[in-house]
């Protein structure tokens, strides 16, 4: 089955590029080769401090090599991939060296189409999204065949067939799938509004185990996704319904528990709705959603990180620093931990920004900008239902950056954030404030120093932290950092890192040595568990 996906897909793309070829061969531009190297290396040492565990050869290695070529039309690429082993907290399906992706492409004015691994999104992406997230280990590419058509810009489609990619290798699970968007504005016309209604089919067949039929897994389940997309001179509104089609879960699927209640037929949908608005400085966008039973895997039974077909963002503030990413938000699609099930989750966020214009009272002579976030989340109590339960997160977060003289800028952050840790199972929750100060000073074109400053203040969990981070920056080719975190509210621990990087036109190494604390790493809303280390660590970038 493999085979005769890429097969169909090879002859198209191989028929349209053949084709187009006859025509204008004087004219053909001449092909372009790009590339890039990714490797990520870590070297452990026990820490007793810490509870770091080392491996038993201490290193571990990740690396990415990426190839494409591009004539005219025409384009082509691969990606190998290395895990010499695969560095802690990654998924354990990541071993070895493999030519892990492979395409061709031929793209005309108005249609293309695509053989081999490819990424993509419906809407959203909570129907269907395939992408690829190095930070997470995640990469659930698609390898078969892809087809897109535009016409005029009014109708746009895609038809998608394929397997997923888990691993190192491709599954024997099918995704079929179509999307359409039907542009009303452009049909009629409109120049200062954009109106466009879209929708999207998914189709996942695999073939399940007897034992599986017999508790009432089905081996296809269908999804359909329909979508509102409206603009009108800064104002906003999306709209997004989705009904994920039958979700089975099997006894002993989660945690290994064996509870009756876990034997489970249930049909996922989400609601998504984003209003807002933006001129004159501000900006303004209030984002609510809700989700039941939205967790789609690739493969039953299986609790990798990297087993899903779609993509849920956490709709909460995104931040960078160090303390504020200590309990960050994750999504609870549905939950199933022991005895207690929830069917998902129900909440929104309020983002809110405003650019206080130069030379104005509160502005002064540079101006300033200022932002309000607030986030909630709670899980819900039944099914096909707004009625919540408990607390899964709530926060509120300011943001005020403000460029002092030429050569000095200050961004201030505030922080509230509650946290259930228990994902939902009580309504019991840990409350943070944490404040940040961050500033850069220019001292020369090619001299910059930056720190910043951070408290966590806490009467829960590890109690109150403190942080900084201090870096010089000698453009454009070296930089230099140190930070600490230190936990002096609980465990008296210090969280260490120092490290130098050196960028040389497309290349950029970074050194470093440190301690680093077990917990999660976040993209988006996606997340994977980390354990504790201690280590010097490498990485490398480059592309040509």
């Keep these: 089955m493999k085979k005769s996906i890429f097969l169909f897909g090879f002859v198209l793309v191989a028929l349209a590029a053949t084709a187009a070829g006859r025509e204008g061969r004087e004219d053909r531009p001449k092909g372009q080769l790009t590339g890039s190297f990714e490797s990520s290396s870590i070297f452990y040492v026990e820490d007793l401090k810490s509870g770091a565990i080392a491996p038993e050869d201490n290193f571990s290695s990740n690396n990415y090599l990426k190839a494409d070529y591009y004539q005219g039309r025409f384009s082509a690429g691969i990606q190998a991939e290395g895990y010499m082993p695969v560095l802690q907290g990654y998924p354990t399906e990541l071993k070895g060296v493999a030519l892990t992706n492979y395409y061709m492409q031929w793209t005309d004015d108005s249609?293309?189409?695509?053989?081999?691994?490819?990424?993509?999104?419906?809407?959203?992406?909570?129907?269907?999204?395939?992408?690829?997230?190095?930070?997470?280990g995640m990469n659930n590419a698609l390898t078969g065949a892809r087809f897109t058509y535009n016409y005029k810009d009014i109708v746009a489609v895609k038809a998608i067939w394929g397997l997923p990619r888990m691993g190192m290798k491709f599954t024997d699970t099918q995704v079929r799938g179509g999307d359409i968007s039907f542009s009303i504005s452009n049909l009629a016309g409109w120049k200062a509004t954009s109106l466009a209604i879209e929708g999207s089919v998914i189709n996942r067949f695999e073939a399940i185990s007897a034992d599986l039929r017999e508790e009432g897994g089905k081996p296809a389940s269908t999804g359909?996704?329909?979508?509102l997309n409206f603009e009108h001179k800064g104002f906003i509104f999306r709209g997004e319904y989705i009904d994920a089609g039958e979700r089975h879960y099997p006894n002993g699927a989660y945690d290994g528990v064996?509870?009756?209640?876990?034997?489970?037929?249930?049909n996922g949908n989400a609601?998504?709705?984003?209003?807002?608005?933006?001129?004159?400085?501000?900006?303004?966008?209030?984002?609510?959603?809700?989700?039941?039973?939205?967790?789609?895997?690739?493969?039953y039974r299986n609790i990798s990180t990297a087993n899903a077909l779609n993509y849920i963002p956490a709709l909460t503030a995104q931040y960078s620093y160090l303390l504020m990413n200590l309990?960050?938000?994750?999504?609870?699609?549905?939950?199933?931990?022991?005895s207690y099930s929830a069917p998902g989750e129900l909440g929104g966020q309020v983002d809110i920004y405003y650019n206080v214009a130069r030379r104005t009272?509160?502005?002064?002579?540079?101006?300033?900008?200022?932002?309000?976030?607030?986030?909630?989340?709670?899980?819900?109590?039944e099914d096909r239902s707004a009625k919540v339960d408990n607390l899964l997160w709530q926060s509120i977060n300011f943001t005020l950056e403000k460029q002092i003289t030429r050569k000095f800028k200050l961004n201030f952050l505030y922080s509230f954030q509650e946290y259930n840790d228990s994902h939902g199972v009580n309504n019991i929750t840990w409350k943070t404030n944490v404040f940040v100060a961050d500033m850069l000073y220019k001292w020369t074109p090619t001299l910059s120093?930056?720190?910043?400053?951070?408290?966590?203040?806490?009467?829960?969990?590890?109690?109150?932290?403190?942080?900084?981070?201090?870096?010089?920056?000698?453009?454009?080719?070296?930089?230099?950092?140190?930070?600490?975190?230190y936990n002096h509210g609980k465990t008296n621990t210090h969280y260490y890192n120092a490290g130098v990087s050196y960028t040389k036109s497309r290349t950029r190494i970074q050194l470093g040595y440190g301690r680093n604390r077990a917990g999660v790493v976040c993209s988006g809303g996606v997340c994977r568990n980390i354990p504790a280390y201690t280590g010097a660590n490498l990485m490398i970038t480059t592309s040509f």
């Design 224 to 227: 359909f996704s329909g979508r």
């Design 258 to 266: 064996n509870d009756p209640r876990i034997d489970l037929i249930k």
């Design 361 to 381: 009272a509160l502005g002064g002579k540079r101006g300033m900008k200022l932002g309000l976030n607030y986030s909630t989340y709670w899980s819900l109590a």
């Design 449 to 485: 120093t930056r720190l910043e400053l951070q408290y966590l203040l806490s009467k829960d969990d590890d109690k109150d932290w403190m942080a900084a981070l201090a870096e010089v920056n000698f453009a454009p080719k070296w930089s230099i950092f140190v930070s600490d975190m």
């Design 271 to 299: 609601q998504l709705v984003e209003l807002g608005y933006s001129g004159h400085g501000l900006g303004v966008n209030v984002t609510a959603r809700r989700l039941e039973y939205m967790d789609m895997p690739i493969i």
């Design 111 to 136: 249609f293309s189409i695509t053989a081999g691994t490819y990424y993509e999104q419906f809407g959203s992406g909570l129907l269907f999204r395939s992408y690829e997230d190095r930070t997470l």
């Design 327 to 338: 309990n960050p938000y994750i999504v609870q699609p549905s939950t199933m931990l022991g």
